[in-house]
């Protein structure tokens, strides 16, 4: 390795190292405010939050090694720029293409080590951090109540509107299910307020609740008589609700029986995945296809034909030809069957769009970490002659230029995925997008940054504007002194 090439390729990794280091400080820091609620208040020991952490830092590397790559080729190259290291450069014969010849090698090694990241690294990280999340969880039910949607906790399911006080204790809008021998939930509780009460040294835990009906299903012996649900409803003032919390408390934080999200699987993985939920997906449309086929009786119409010799006078309507009471009789069977037919049809398709969304999503976690390693690439090619271009250094200038490029390269990907998952568009072109749009703009700006033009050519906008106002007469032409 030449002299030049060191000199370029260590002043690189210097700030390459420092800026990921203060991102992915900054990241965490953000991950601790964002998990903090699973984290606080439930007498962990640093060792447990120290491994929390650890677990979930892999995820952000696709976040933050991109970024470091873009603001530290923008730094590097515009302080060569603004220090006339270039200019001495190019006046020795050496090219800019040259000059990033050193670290064109360290970025593919990157791309390619964070492809390997991305396909074993990660996953096994996010297998570790789910199932500690779960476990954290159980260390305190009241911390694991989500508002809004149902919650399994010991002998009852729980929904709750909101969360108030000291460790979220306060609930509105309860509503209970609780958990029978018998097969389905046929007690309801249904509560304005509630209130967790229980100690760090007892088992019990009780739930408090003020103003609410109690609801029990009746299941009598006469199945007749179950059609009509009947249900004995009772209301109190206050209501309490003792919870035994042993099997809660009694958790093993290193257990592992997570194990179902695109995001703990590799490549190999995911594509057996994708697979299978594709055959099941087209299992399910052609069930559903013949399904509908069946409802229609057309079977039974062709097998109970029999055509007649003579032709008979058809009435202005079909129904004209029988009876009033016939008539009615056809038209409630057809629009029950209809009915039927509509309601099937709008079940099965929100089914088939659920399994549709979780087809695409397998898909775009699949393609995410190819994505990775070709987005460090582009994005150098982004940042080196774009710092070149602005010869600014620094964390000022070349830090509002890569947050600005870098959340419009984010944001591109974060919509497109998103229309991907509702099927809006393909999961390979929302996850390639945004780095497909980067790959032109790193092709121009490289070429700019060569031939030594600026970042835009504005001598091309404005003369064309220029000759046709001199046209028409709204600007004169400049005279010449002899």
């Not at 120290?50 to 991109?66: D, E, H, I, N, T």
């Not at 570790?128 to 039910?141: C, E, F, G, V, Y």
């Amino acid at each position: 390795m030449k002299i030049l090439d060191r000199y370029i390729l260590t002043s690189y990794l210097k700030t390459f190292f420092s800026v990921f280091i203060i991102l992915m400080f900054i990241f965490v820091l953000q991950t601790i405010w964002l998990y903090i609620g699973e984290l606080a208040g439930k007498d962990l020991d640093v060792e447990v939050i120290l491994k929390f952490l650890l677990y979930f830092s892999p995820k952000l590397v696709p976040l933050v090694l991109p970024l470091t790559i873009l603001l530290t080729s923008i730094m590097t190259f515009g302080n060569f720029a603004e220090n006339y290291e270039f200019a001495a450069m190019k006046s020795s014969g050496i090219s800019l293409q040259r000059a990033m010849r050193s670290l064109t090698v360290f970025i593919l090694l990157v791309s390619f080590t964070a492809f390997f990241f991305a396909n074993n690294v990660i996953p096994a990280a996010e297998y570790k951090s789910i199932n500690l999340r779960k476990n954290i969880a159980k260390l305190k039910p009241a911390m694991a109540i989500t508002e809004g949607v149902f919650n399994d906790i010991g002998t009852i399911n729980i929904k709750v509107a909101e969360k108030s006080g000291d460790n979220g204790k306060y609930l509105d809008d309860v509503i209970i299910h609780k958990k029978g021998n018998k097969r389905g939930n046929y007690t309801v509780i249904k509560a304005e307020k509630g209130e967790l009460l229980g100690s760090t040294n007892s088992e019990i835990l009780s739930l408090i609740l003020e103003n609410g009906n109690y609801y029990d299903e009746i299941q009598p012996s006469d199945y007749s008589k179950r059609r009509d649900k009947p249900f004995a409803k009772s209301y109190f003032k206050e209501y309490t609700i003792n919870l035994d919390l042993s099997d809660f408390n009694d958790v093993d934080l290193d257990e592992e029986s997570y194990s179902n999200t695109q995001g703990m699987l590799n490549i190999a993985e995911l594509q057996e995945s994708i697979d299978s939920f594709s055959n099941s997906y087209n299992l399910k449309r052609e069930s559903f296809a013949k399904n509908m086929y069946n409802r229609t009786d057309f079977r039974s119409i062709e097998s109970n034909l029999e055509p007649s010799d003579t032709i008979k006078a058809v009435k202005n309507t079909v129904l004209e030809n029988y009876n009033t009471y016939d008539a009615q009789q056809i038209v409630n069977l057809a629009l029950g069957s209809v009915n039927g037919s509509l309601s099937h049809i709008n079940i099965k398709k929100a089914e088939l769009k659920n399994s549709n969304k979780q087809l695409n999503k397998f898909e775009i976690a699949m393609h995410e970490k190819y994505v990775l390693g070709v987005a460090c690439i582009i994005l150098f090619f982004v940042g080196a002659p774009l710092g070149a271009i602005i010869r600014k250094g620094g964390m000022g200038l070349p830090m509002v230029v890569a947050i600005l490029l870098f959340l419009t390269y984010h944001f591109i990907g974060i919509f497109a995925k998103n229309s991907a998952e509702d099927g809006s568009i393909s999961p390979f072109w929302a996850t390639w997008l945004s780095t497909l749009i980067m790959l032109p703009l790193g092709v121009y700006l490289t070429y700019r940054a060569t031939t030594d033009q600026g970042l835009f050519a504005f001598d091309n906008i404005i003369e064309p504007i220029r000759k046709l106002l001199k046209k028409a007469g709204l600007i004169k032409a400049k005279s010449k002194i002899d």
